[in-house]
């Protein structure tokens, strides 16, 4: 093979390998559902069972239980978040934190929460210190 032959072939490599690190990480956010996902749209919750929405949503951050651990997130059912007030805990779920948690209320960029549905996964969250 040419120089130039071998050359082209790395650049194809390299674009190859470039192409398939960016599906991995977008595949991975979507994954946790730490960044929305370019080819699925998620269809919205409408129950406002706290417990489904919690299973459906957070558990990938902080655990069946509450527990955290994953991507950075806080246990839910221990530490400070076992010191935050419902109003505190809504206002977490609905603004979330750029980059490290999704804001979930309707009235952000791509949340998908009611009021209602906020208060009733905030008032889970809250169930879950008392659970084992
Ligand atoms: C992509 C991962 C991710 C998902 C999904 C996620 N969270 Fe979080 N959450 C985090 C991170 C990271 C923090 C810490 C952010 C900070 O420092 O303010 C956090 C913080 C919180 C806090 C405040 C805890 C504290 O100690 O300050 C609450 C309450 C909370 N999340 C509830 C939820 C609920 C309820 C859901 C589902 C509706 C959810 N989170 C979904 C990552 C996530």
């Known amino acids: 093979m040419s120089d130039a032959g071998s050359i082209k072939v790395w650049v194809l490599v390299f674009v190859a390998l470039f192409g398939v690190g960016t599906v991995a990480l977008v595949g991975i956010g979507c994954a946790v559902g730490a960044n929305q996902c370019p080819f699925v749209k998620h269809k919205a919750l409408t129950t406002t069972d706290g417990m489904t929405l919690y299973q459906s949503t957070c558990i990938g951050c902080h655990g069946a239980r509450g527990e955290g651990g994953t991507a950075d997130a806080p246990p839910l059912r221990s530490g400070e978040a076992a010191t935050m ?3 505190q805990i809504e206002a977490k779920i609905a603004n979330g934190k750029p980059f ?33």
């Open 100 to 132: 490290f948690m999704p804001a979930y209320s309707k009235k952000k960029k791509h949340g998908t929460f009611s009021d209602a549905q906020i208060q009733a996964v905030a008032e889970y969250v809250i169930s879950l210190r008392t659970t084992s």
């Open 85 to 87: 007030t419902l109003p």
